[in-house]
């Protein structure tokens, strides 16, 4: 049996103690300004979640250069304008004894003109459903470009006191789209078998660590399997390899953490898997579908280190405090819009949410 989710530890490799093994997943809210500073609405929610006992609260995916950008009042973590409220926010959660993480991202394909003024970009052209137009590949020099451009995001998130970032290689964006066998069909050394589609992660995790000190936390956020032609097996060894890249923790996105992978006949959980594969070293985040006590309890259970959430933080802000008691066992969708708002959301988050099936009691049933 694991330690219980309550326990305070230390992030494998760091000195760095967390006052318990939650995180508060990243989240994208919809709050930002449009030049992609903070509002008070986006750091009053994360600050709710600090005070809620969290012991990593993750920001929502910011982009890390313009081109970037996939949706309405996204974080961005461009420029130096954005600095100032990113201190406000790292020095409230601080206070408030969580450690904090800035998810950075690039959509790529799903970056659209109307947002961004450009036609999107991404390892190679493609076109997806949903999306407004076909994309066109990078060139060399816009790689590195944008390799720089992860980098310099890190270091404008250590300087504004953040400990550390989530780099955002999940869920289908940029990095998720080189790393797929679908949507990087290059024949340059960054596109091929696993190494070529890896090397832009890899540069990226190099840029950040060269631009911050030893103590900034780097963490990846990878889908185990994604539509993009991301495999559970390429998955475990990119995360065997990342091990000697520098990171300190991988987070692994499963939406749903009690299930094997898709597919195969394995019965063991994700978590399970990759604990198995990649040994007691390495640090493992594992998020989806937790809901009470005794579901964060079994992906730790599972192997995980830290079990990160995320709807059930936007109806329950102080989730993470009330673990202490082994039975929790909160309220489940669908919440009022009263009561969100009771939970620190804006108008704007509640509207947002009405768009997540059966989560809103008056928004999207199915
Ligand atoms: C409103 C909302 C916004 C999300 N935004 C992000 C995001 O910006 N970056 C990300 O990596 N995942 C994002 N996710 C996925 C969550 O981090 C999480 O992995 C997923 O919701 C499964 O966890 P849960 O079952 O605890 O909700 C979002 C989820 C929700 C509900």
Same mark, same amino acid.
């Given at each position: 049996?694991?330690?219980?989710?309550?326990?305070?530890?230390?992030?494998?490799?760091?000195?760095?103690?967390?006052?318990?093994?939650?995180?508060?997943?990243?989240?994208?809210?919809?709050?930002?300004?449009?030049?992609?500073?903070?509002?008070?609405?986006?750091?009053?929610?994360?600050?709710?979640?600090?005070?809620?006992?969290?012991?990593?609260?993750?920001?929502?995916?910011?982009?890390?250069?313009?081109?970037?950008?996939?949706?309405?009042?996204?974080?961005?973590?461009?420029?130096?304008?954005?600095?100032?409220?990113?201190?406000?926010?790292?020095?409230?959660?601080?206070?408030?004894?969580?450690?904090?993480?800035?998810?950075?991202?690039? *959509? !790529?394909?799903?970056?659209? #003109? @109307? =947002?961004?003024?450009?036609?999107?970009? $991404?390892?190679?052209? %493609?076109?997806?459903?949903?999306?407004?137009?076909?994309?066109?590949?990078?060139?060399?020099?816009?790689?590195?470009?944008?390799?720089?451009?992860?980098?310099?995001?890190?270091?404008?998130?250590?300087?504004?006191?953040?400990?550390?970032?989530?780099?955002?290689?999940?869920?289908?964006?940029?990095?998720?789209?080189?790393?797929?066998?679908?949507?990087?069909?290059?024949?340059?050394?960054? *596109? !091929?078998?696993?190494?070529? #589609? @890896? =090397?832009?992660?890899?540069?990226?995790? $190099?840029?950040?660590? %060269?631009?911050?000190?030893?103590?900034?936390?780097?963490?990846?956020?990878?889908?185990?399997?994604?539509?993009?032609?991301?495999?559970?097996?390429?998955?475990?060894?990119?995360?065997?390899?990342?091990?000697?890249?520098?990171?300190?923790?991988?987070?692994?996105?499963?939406?749903?953490?009690?299930?094997?992978?898709?597919?195969?006949?394995?019965?063991?959980?994700?978590?399970?898997?990759?604990?198995?594969?990649?040994?007691?070293?390495?640090?493992?985040?594992?998020?989806?579908?937790?809901?009470?006590?005794?579901?964060?309890?079994?992906?730790?259970?599972?192997?995980?280190?830290?079990?990160?959430?995320?709807?059930?933080?936007?109806?329950?802000?102080?989730?993470?405090?009330?673990?202490?008691?082994?039975?929790?066992?909160?309220?489940?969708?669908?919440?009022?819009?009263?009561?969100?708002?009771?939970?620190?959301?804006?108008?704007?988050?509640?509207?947002?949410?009405?768009?997540?099936?059966?989560?809103?009691?008056?928004?999207?049933?199915?």
């Amino acid at each position: 049996m694991a330690d219980p989710v309550t326990t305070q530890w230390s992030i494998p490799g760091t000195s760095i103690s967390v006052r318990n093994r939650t995180v508060l997943a990243a989240m994208t809210n919809k709050q930002s300004h449009e030049d992609g500073t903070l509002s008070d609405e986006e750091i009053s929610w994360l600050l709710r979640r600090a005070e809620g006992g969290f012991g990593i609260v993750t920001t929502a995916a910011s982009h890390v250069h313009p081109s970037g950008k996939s949706w309405e009042g996204e974080m961005g973590v461009w420029g130096d304008h954005h600095v100032p409220r990113l201190e406000e926010l790292a020095t409230g959660i601080r206070s408030n004894g969580a450690l904090s993480l800035v998810q950075i991202f690039h *959509g !790529g394909l799903r970056a659209p #003109r @109307s =947002l961004t003024g450009m036609q999107p970009v $991404s390892a190679s052209k %493609n076109l997806e459903n949903g999306v407004e137009e076909e994309c066109r590949a990078l060139s060399e020099d816009e790689i590195l470009e944008l390799v720089s451009s992860f980098g310099e995001a890190a270091e404008r998130c250590e300087r504004a006191g953040f400990d550390g970032i989530e780099i955002h290689g999940a869920h289908g964006y940029l990095i998720c789209q080189f790393l797929g066998s679908r949507t990087n069909r290059r024949v340059d050394r960054w *596109g !091929g078998d696993l190494e070529g #589609r @890896s =090397l832009f992660l890899r540069e990226v995790i $190099s840029e950040v660590r %060269n631009r911050t000190s030893e103590r900034f936390l780097v963490c990846v956020r990878i889908s185990p399997e994604h539509e993009v032609g991301v495999t559970l097996a390429e998955s475990l060894e990119l995360s065997k390899m990342m091990g000697g890249w520098g990171v300190d923790m991988i987070h692994i996105s499963c939406w749903d953490a009690f299930k094997g992978p898709r597919g195969e006949d394995d019965p063991r959980t994700i978590t399970r898997i990759f604990r198995d594969e990649l040994g007691a070293d390495a640090g493992i985040i594992s998020t989806g579908s937790v809901w009470d006590a005794s579901d964060a309890q079994f992906v730790i259970d599972e192997g995980a280190d830290m079990v990160g959430v995320a709807r059930v933080a936007i109806a329950h802000s102080e989730w993470a405090s009330k673990l202490n008691d082994a039975g929790y066992s909160p309220e489940r969708p669908p919440f009022t819009p009263e009561h969100l708002i009771s939970q620190g959301l804006s108008q704007v988050f509640v509207d947002y949410m009405r768009r997540w099936q059966g989560f809103v009691t008056d928004g999207r049933s199915e």
